[in-house]
Antibody, heavy 120, light 110 residues
Framework: QVQLVESGGGVVQRGESLRLSCLAS????????MHWVRQAPGKGLQWVAI????????YYTESVRGRFTISRDNSNNTVHLQMNSLTAEDTAVYYC?????????????WGQGTLVTVSS | QSVLTQPPSASGTPGQRVTLSCSGS????????VNWYQHLPGSAPQLLIY???QRPSGVPDRFSGSKSGTSASLAISGLQSEDEADYYC???????????FGGGTKLTVL
């Protein structure tokens, strides 16, 4: 069965960096796009980034472009989210999700999430 | 500005049919397919409907989706207490080159 396990969340100060990881299992990782989605306290879901199955294409939501970098390691079934220059507005539960194909909006499976708290 | 608009709340009684709406524009729903997600507090979101009206395996046929022009709907028939959750529509947006989520509708089963 498909499993996505996020790690790397924690409490950081404003302006600091954090790297999230998501270990995938139960499917052929290199065939599918992967997403990061976040939910701030009391808010709705916000899509953050997507990386194509082969890592050749990446897209970001406007508010994180230039600060966050999504990457993947197909040999270790892992997707990462490097987050720099963090602000209080980045405080959220971060979910990784498997795309149903290469690059779509069909997020078929989700992890349980990892909490990132940015304190000022 | 690209945005998917959902009513913030909806309610129904057990057994009732409820319909949740999602309004977009030509750069998202008008051009691309719509997907719906169910999110129970403390749990991972779940894909409920994809490609406007397709159900992943395991999703009860009480859930159905439709799309017309730049709007989409999620219908839940035979409402059950366990359907109480937040529901989000989502679509790829060509202007943003990314996935756009609606603000979510909190469904309460009275």
């Amino acid at each position: 069965q498909v499993q996505l396990v996020e790690s790397g969340g924690g409490v950081v100060q404003r302006g600091e960096s954090l790297r999230l990881s998501c270990l995938a299992s139960g499917f052929i990782f290199s065939k599918f796009g992967m997403h990061w989605v976040r939910q701030a306290p009391g808010k709705g879901l916000q899509w953050v980034a997507i990386i194509r199955n082969d890592g050749s294409t990446k897209y970001y939501t406007e508010s994180v472009r230039g600060r966050f970098t999504i990457s993947r390691d197909n040999s270790n079934n892992t997707v990462h989210l490097q987050m720099n220059s963090l602000t209080a507005e980045d405080t959220a539960v971060y979910y990784c999700a498997k795309d149903m194909a290469v690059t779509t909006s069909r997020l078929e499976y989700w992890g349980q999430g990892t909490l990132v708290t940015v304190s000022s | 500005q690209s945005v998917l608009t959902q009513p913030p709340s909806a309610s129904g009684t057990p057994g009732q049919r409820v319909t949740l709406s999602c309004s977009g524009s030509s750069s998202n729903i008008g051009t691309n397919t719509v997907n719906w997600y169910q999110h129970l507090p403390g749990s991972a979101p779940q894909l409920l409907i994809y490609n406007n009206n397709q159900r992943p395996s395991g999703v009860p046929d009480r859930f159905s989706g439709s799309k017309s022009g730049t709007s989409a709907s999620l219908a839940i028939s035979g409402l059950q207490s366990e359907d109480e959750a937040d529901y989000y529509c989502a679509a790829w947006d060509d202007s943003l080159s990314g996935v756009l989520f609606g603000g979510g509708t909190k469904l309460t089963v009275l």
